[in-house]
C-alpha cells in the first residue's frame, strides 16, 4: 500500500522544539511566559498596527469570548454563515442565543450580502433584531467584504469574522481577521500554521485585549484573594503550546506559498477537463492563503460524482473531503431558520476538497495527477 497522503496535515520548521525547551529551561510551564509575548506580538506585527492579539486554547473559545464580548445572552439570535464548519455556529448556542443560518454566494462560497440582507430585514419583522453576524473566510477565500460590511453597517450589528482558514488571506491588501468587530484564527493540527491545537481572538484596542485576557483567565477580580464578580473561563493557551506558534510563525511565508502554489498545481491539472472548476479568486481585490484546494464537479459534463473521485484517491490511499455540509443541513440545527437560495446545498452535493498541504511532495503531486488523469480518461 502506498503512504498516505493527507487532506492538510501540520508541517513543522524544526525550531519548535528549540522554543518549547526555552519554556522549560525557565520553567514557564503554565500559561504565561515568553512564549506567549512573542507570538502574539509577531502575530500583531503581521496583521497590522492597529490589532491586538489574544492567544487561547481554541478558536472555538475565541468565537465564544467574541460573542460574550458583543453581548449576546439568552434569547438572542446571531446570523451565521451556513456553509462551515460547525465551530463556527456552536458557540452561539453555549450564550444560549439561537442561531439564523444564510447561505452562500458561488463567487467566494462565503455568506450571501442579499440573503444576509433578507434575513435581517425578516427577523426584523419578527420582532428580534440579531446581535451579531459571525461570516467566515471559508478555505482562506475572504468574502465580499465591501458587501458584506455595508449591509451589516447599514443595520448597525457587529460582525465577527472566522479566519479560522484564513492567516494569510487579504481583501484589498488588508488582512482578514482585521475586518470586524472581532476576528478569531485557528491553529489546529489541520490548519496552516498549528499549534497543536490553539487559537486566537483579533481585536481593535488594548483594553478589550485586557478584557478578553481577563474573561479567558478565571475572571479573577483584583483583590489578595480568589473573588469573582463575574463569570469567567479558562480559555488562555499554554505557554508551552505558544512555543509552537513560535517556531511556526517564523515559517508562515512559506507556508502561504506552499499552498498557493498547490492550488497552481490544481489549476492546471484540471485545465483541460471539462466540467471540472478548481475554486479560486474571483479577482485581484481577494487574496487567498488557500489553506484547501477545492473542486466542483458538474456531473452532467463529467457523467462522474465527487463520491466517484473521491473513492478512486482513496483506492491509492490519498484523502479528500466532500466540502462542509452547511449548519442548516445538519440534524442538530435543521429546524432553525434559514435563508438562501440554495447556493451552499449545491456547493457541497458536487464540492471535493483536495490534499493541499504545505509539505506535499513531487511525489505526492505525481500520485495526485495519475489518478485524476486515470479518473477522467
Ligand atoms: C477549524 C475551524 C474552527 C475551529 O477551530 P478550533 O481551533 O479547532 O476550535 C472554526 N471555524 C472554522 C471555519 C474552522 O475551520
Known amino acids: 500500500m ?13 525550531n519548535e522544539i528549540k522554543y518549547i525547551e526555552d519554556a522549560f529551561e525557565k520553567n514557564w510551564v503554565t500559561s504565561i511566559g515568553d512564549n506567549l509575548n512573542d507570538f502574539e506580538n509577531k502575530l500583531e506585527e503581521y496583521l497590522g498596527e492597529d490589532s ?17 464580548e458583543c453581548g449576546i445572552g439568552y434569547g438572542d439570535e446571531v446570523i451565521c454563515q451556513s456553509m462551515t464548519f460547525s465551530a463556527s455556529a456552536n458557540p452561539i448556542t453555549y450564550c444560549g442565543a439561537t442561531p439564523i443560518f444564510v447561505d452562500s454566494e458561488s463567487d467566494t462560497w462565503n455568506i450571501c450580502p442579499i440573503a444576509l440582507e433578507e434575513a435581517i ?15 467566515v473566510h471559508l478555505y482562506g477565500m475572504p468574502y465580499k467584504i465591501d458587501e458584506i460590511h455595508r449591509v451589516a453597517h447599514k443595520h448597525n450589528i457587529p460582525i465577527i469574522e472566522d479566519a479560522a482558514e484564513a492567516l494569510g488571506s487579504t481583501y484589498k491588501g488588508k488582512a482578514t481577521g482585521t475586518f470586524g468587530r472581532f476576528g ?9 500554521i498549528t499549534t497543536s491545537g490553539g487559537g486566537a481572538l483579533i481585536c481593535q484596542s488594548k483594553k478589550e485585549k485586557e478584557r478578553v485576557i481577563f474573561l ?23 505557554n508551552i503550546l505558544a512555543g509552537i506558534g513560535r517556531g511556526q510563525m517564523e515559517v508562515l511565508e512559506d507556508r502561504i506559498i506552499a499552498r ?17 472548476e478548481v475554486f479560486k479568486e474571483p479577482s485581484t481585490d481577494f487574496y487567498s492563503n488557500h489553506w484547501l484546494s477545492a473542486i466542483l464537479i458538474d456531473s452532467k459534463v463529467t457523467g462522474k460524482t465527487r463520491e466517484d473521485l473521491l473513492l478512486a484517491f482513496l483506492e491509492d490511499n ?25 447556493v451552499s446545498e449545491k456547493l457541497f452535493e458536487n464540492g471535493l476538497c483536495l490534499p493541499s498541504g504545505s509539505n506535499l511532495t513531487d511525489q505526492d503531486r505525481f500520485r495526485i495527477s495519475k489518478v485524476v488523469v486515470d479518473f477522467f480518461k
Open 184 to 192: 478569531t484564527i485557528s491553529f489546529n493540527g489541520n490548519k496552516i
Open 2 to 14: 502506498n503512504s498516505r497522503i493527507w487532506l492538510s496535515s501540520p508541517h513543522l520548521s524544526g
Open 216 to 238: 479567558a483567565t478565571q475572571a479573577r477580580d483584583d483583590a489578595p484573594h480568589y473573588q469573582h464578580s463575574q463569570i469567567g473561563y479558562n480559555y488562555r493557551m499554554s
Open 318 to 342: 490519498i484523502e479528500s473531503r466532500p466540502l462542509w455540509k452547511p449548519m442548516h443541513l445538519q440534524p442538530i440545527f435543521k429546524n432553525l431558520p434559514y435563508y438562501g437560495s440554495n
Open 121 to 135: 430585514v425578516d427577523r426584523i419583522s419578527k420582532g428580534v433584531k440579531p446581535k451579531a453576524i459571525i461570516a
Open 260 to 276: 498557493r502554489a498547490m492550488n497552481s498545481f490544481y489549476q492546471n491539472l484540471f485545465a483541460d477537463i471539462n466540467g471540472v
Open 52 to 68: 491586538y492579539v489574544i492567544l487561547l486554547n481554541t478558536c472555538t473559545s475565541a468565537i465564544h469570548l467574541a460573542l460574550i
